[in-house]
């Protein structure tokens, strides 16, 4: 079984970029979350999504935007990029919004020169 | 008084040992209470997870313990192993009807088992 695929997997931008990072769920799973985990530290909820609606959002600028499309799939895209925004981007996924169990990608590194 | 405080921040045990790691909390609505191992390159996969009603859970070599009066839980690892090696993530979240369960995390622990 294919678990939560993330792309790209690594990737460099200068500072006033913008960035979108791809998610796809786990088959079956119809909420994906972001997360971002700056190095040393432990992952930050951005964003989750159902169903195509956000159903949470978590302390990030507006910078930080996503969406998630009919197949579940998911973006993030991320506007003016500053250089605290190089960090480890991951994508999990989940059966439902309230669920408890989340599968996490391997991330999307993204570095701000 | 969403934060969830971790130590130690890193942690050496030999072949066979005991890891301990221990998390702590402030908010009292947190009602599930997950363990996650990451390893370099990869996402955090889940380990282990026990809610507040419940004081030990244990699954294999791996066990969490939860105080809840004191707001705090720990993860015991058992005969632990070079394979073991890795980051810790505790975490905490609110389950509330409609929302997203947002997990928020400690700032993890880095174990390494030495052979």
């Known amino acids: 079984d294919a678990g939560v695929t993330q792309s790209p997997t690594h990737l460099i931008k200068t500072r006033g970029q913008h960035v979108t990072l791809r998610c796809s769920p786990i088959?079956?799973?119809?909420?994906v979350s972001w997360y971002q985990q700056v190095l040393g530290q432990g992952p930050q909820f951005i964003f989750q999504?159902?169903?195509?609606?956000?159903?949470g959002r978590g302390n990030f600028p507006d910078r930080f935007s996503a969406r998630q499309f009919p197949n579940y799939s998911s973006e993030l895209n991320v506007n003016a990029l500053l250089l605290g925004d190089s960090a480890l981007y991951l994508c999990?996924?989940?059966?439902?919004?309230?669920?408890?169990?989340?599968?996490f990608g391997a991330g999307s590194r993204l570095t701000v020169l | 008084q969403q934060q969830v405080k971790q130590s130690p921040q890193s942690l050496i045990v030999q072949k066979g040992g005991i890891s301990i790691i221990n998390c702590a909390y402030e908010?009292?609505?947190?009602?599930?209470f997950p363990w996650y191992q990451q390893f370099p390159g990869k996402g955090p996969a889940l380990l282990i997870a026990?809610?507040?009603?419940?004081s030990e859970k244990k699954e294999g070599r791996f066990t969490i313990s939860f105080n809840k009066s004191a707001k705090q839980f720990s993860l015991h690892i058992m005969d632990s192993q070079p394979g073991d090696s890795a980051t810790y993530f505790c975490?905490?979240?609110?389950?509330?009807?409609?929302?997203?369960?947002?997990?928020?995390f400690g700032s993890g622990t880095q174990l390494t088992v030495l052979p």
């Open positions: 975490a905490a979240s609110i389950g509330t009807s409609g929302s997203a369960r947002q997990l928020t």
């Open positions: 026990i809610r507040p009603d419940v």
């Open positions: 088959s079956g799973h119809k909420s």
């Open positions: 999990a996924s989940s059966q439902d919004s309230g669920a408890n169990v989340l599968t």
């Open positions: 999504y159902y169903e195509k609606e956000e159903r």
């Open positions: 908010n009292t609505a947190f009602d599930y």
